[in-house]
């Protein structure tokens, strides 16, 4: 049997106040990886639940950037220029690649930053075998806003950056460990500021945020197979009984010119999902950065996590720089990222909290 930690190791705070304080979480171990990924009735029950939401909301028409067409409501503001400065307190560590400095200074920090905001928070950690290597030290972080509401939203990111930049032309580059301004840094960010919302004014259903560990290792250039580790494990090891409604990824959403499209395997797994989340993005004035087009298939922790029975899609932007030049180069730097595409995918998650899933 796996030995998980999701009912006798969360560390609260305290509603009202929320003071600053210094102090190392520690990571709590869990059991082996690899226990087979779970299906539950009530995934399906969520299913319907959501179609059921979806069809009772209405259409919304195309609007452009800022001018909304679904009447406001009392959904906060999201701050974009906030979570740029929480993209840029990342990359100021350094690359996250496990086992390095940068990583273990990220983990103590976001630990940290979410037990001064969210009503629990777990950092579930696991060795994982790597052929060829030392077993990896990995950790996913999950942190519940309300955990007693049944009815809740997963939202995930990973916060480990690649080691290698295998996107490189100069095979001397490849070598080198990227930044990860965006590809890795920009989801964290986004769902960071929105923790700072939940804190402020406590959303009307529960909220887990997950974000993963090990999404994006390898042990040398052209390696994809050591990849979406956290989320893998997260699927394996969920907590007991657990039946989010469904799940939202946010990845690559910091470029100076972003544009998501409806991404191919989010479309096959949680079509209802994707509708829904567009429809809402249309609707608050952002139908020209969430564009009513089917993008490529992509592989990401979106994957397993609908293997594990979470319906999840993903947010994705899938051309970073010059014809995606950026990606997994060194080329994945502060300077290349924005706040425009942070805004918008914070602005359409809060709508979506804040109006009831």
Known sequence: MIETPWNTTSLRRHRGAMPRRPGRA??????AAGEPFRRRAAHALCAVAVLILLLVTGACANGNEGSGQIAAADVPAFDADSAHALLRR??????RVPGTPGHAEQLQWMVEYLRERADSVIVQSFDQPIE????LRLHNVFARFAPENPTRILLAAHWDTRPVSDQEDDE??????VAGANDGASGVAVLLALADMFAAQPPPIGVDILLTDGEDFATEPGDYDNMYLGAKYFAANQPAGYAPLYGILVDLVGDTNPRFEMEGYSLQYAPEVVQRVWRMAEGIGYGNIFVRSSGMSVMDDHVPLNQGGIRTIDIIDMDYGPNNAYWHSQNDVVENTSSRGLGAVGDVIAALIYRGG
């Open 26 to 31: 520690e990571p709590v171990a869990t059991g």
């Open 90 to 95: 990342q990359v100021e560590f350094g690359p």
């Open 132 to 135: 060829g290597a030392e077993p």
């Open 172 to 177: 001397a580059r490849q070598q080198l460990p």
